[in-house]
């Protein structure tokens, strides 16, 4: 997997920086849009700043991890999305989320779609609550089949789905 940006239409897939803490933040926090991330619950801005060191670092050594998401147009970060290596469970996982006002815009299928077609030998899982009809509708639109229903770490309903190489 490459560390390198990517770019699409109107993103820029890059590495996450501590610069990005306050934008990140401002995401993470919000009840609305952790209700389907974890445990459901939002980030402190230590959290949010320890998972930001941890993607700087996971990136480059592994070339996995959370990247930034950027809208061209305003340079302004607007979500996150990446490809992490579950070493609990030897796979590869898709993960977004996006701020609330950039929902609805096809923005997390054009990230997801960039992740995935940018790692075509990889097999790559996404889980999601049974629940989360959007992400549904994004994996769907991006071929990946499901796999099973099954508990999180969390013991969490999640929905596994996956897309073959």
């Known amino acids: ?14 590495p996450l920086k501590h ?3 306050d934008a990140l933040s401002a995401i993470t926090s919000d009840p609305s849009v952790m209700t389907f991330v974890g445990d459901g619950a939002p980030l402190s801005r230590a959290s949010t700043a320890e998972w930001i060191a941890n993607a700087a670092r996971s990136l480059p050594e592994t070339g996995f991890g959370s990247r930034a998401v950027v809208h061209c147009d305003t340079d302004r ?5 990446g490809l992490v290596w579950r070493t609990d469970e ?3 996982e898709l993960i977004y989320g996006f701020g609330r006002q950039y929902w609805g815009q096809g923005f997390a299928t ?7 077609e ?4 990889l097999a790559i899982d ?16 991006l071929a990946f089949a499901e796999v099973a229903t099954e508990l999180d770490e969390d013991g969490l309903p999640t929905l596994r789905l996956r897309r073959s190489r």
């Open 90 to 92: 030897a796979l590869v």
């Open 126 to 141: 996404a889980t999601i609550d049974p629940s989360n009809a959007a992400s549904r509708r994004i994996l769907d639109k």
């Open 1 to 14: 997997m490459s560390v390198d940006v990517i770019e699409t239409l109107r993103l820029r897939l890059r």
């Open 110 to 116: 054009e990230a997801a779609r960039a992740l995935v």
């Open 77 to 81: 970060l607007i979500g996150w999305a």
């Open 118 to 121: 940018a790692n075509p030998t």
């Open 19 to 21: 610069d990005d803490l």
